[in-house]
């Protein structure tokens, strides 16, 4: 039996996004909630958006609006967000904005294991275009079921064919090694350092999706840092296409530096030091773009 997703509240800064948060509303799930948060100062919405509005009469907006004055709809946005995380833990929050100031926030509760996360205007209609091809792909699904139930195919063989294992599934094992199973949004952020926004927004929501099949990950999870930081490390070397030769002397580098997100030039100075200045800088970019991942490990 599959898990019950997980509902998702999302809350739109309004005066940041004007309306392509509507693209989440056309390709939410039923138990999902949408608060859209205004201002006189908010973007007006074109007739097209508003009669697309109208009908979706089955779906949860709720329109709040704001007291005005400097940064007033930010703090009356993040007040809701603590609010609903007290009554309702166990659901995910989804800051949509293009204001990085909400990321710390973000970080706040993600580091109390909420699952609180940022979507900046341009992730929507990547969301609703990922929602669309899942959507189809369940229908399709449901299509081979009932003409397979219509030809009466009784043979195993002959029965629906399982879902694909999707490529990414051996990276996602891989990592469960260096972050905990459960912790959705770091998985999120290390794939999209690792491949691209789009492709880490697939395979998030296919995490979310396949939760109970996934659990059993969880056994994976390395319970010394060090060696979370190397298989970390050892991962995205080889989605930057490095060798990986080098890897346990970089990490004893890192492993023996103060505060590494803060001293990078010092990082840079010491691998070009330790293999040359082509490898040992090639290491360094590696280590530049994962080091906030790999400082949550």
Request: proline share 3%; net charge negative; with cysteine.
């Amino acid at each position: 039996m599959n898990e019950e997703k997980k509902p998702t509240i999302y809350l739109v800064d309004s005066e940041n996004v004007n309306d392509a948060w509507i693209q989440l509303a056309t390709n939410m799930e039923p138990d999902d909630e949408i608060l859209v948060f205004y201002t006189e100062r908010s973007p007006h919405m074109s007739y097209e958006r508003v009669i697309e509005l109208t009908r979706l009469t089955d779906r949860p907006v709720r329109w709040i609006k704001c007291v005005e004055g400097s940064n007033a709809l930010d703090f009356q946005l993040v007040t809701e967000l603590g609010a609903r995380v007290a009554t309702e833990p166990n659901c995910e929050f989804v800051i949509v904005s293009n204001d990085n100031g909400f990321d710390a926030a973000v970080k706040y509760w993600v580091a109390r294991e909420i699952a609180v996360r940022r979507m900046k205007s341009a992730d929507c209609k990547q969301f609703a275009r990922t929602s669309r091809e899942r959507k189809a792909r369940e229908e399709e699904k449901k299509r081979r079921e009932i003409a397979q139930q219509d030809q009466e195919i009784c043979v195993v063989e002959d029965q629906e064919e399982p879902e694909d294992t999707p490529e990414f599934l051996a990276d996602i094992e891989r990592l469960s090694r260096s972050v905990q199973i459960t912790k959705l949004t770091l998985f999120h952020d290390a794939f999209v350092c690792m491949y691209d926004q789009e492709v880490g927004d697939e395979i998030y929501y296919y995490m979310k999706e396949h939760r109970q099949e996934l659990a059993h990950l969880s056994d994976n999870y390395l319970p010394k840092r060090k060696a979370r930081l190397k298989n970390y490390f050892n991962l995205a070397l080889d989605h930057a296409g490095r060798d990986a030769a080098g890897a346990d002397a970089v990490m004893e580098i890192y492993n023996h530096m103060d505060e590494p997100k803060k001293n990078l030039q010092k990082l840079n100075v010491e691998a070009v030091k330790k293999f040359g200045q082509e490898q040992g800088t090639g290491y360094y970019k590696v280590l530049k773009k994962h080091i906030k991942i790999m400082s949550k490990l």
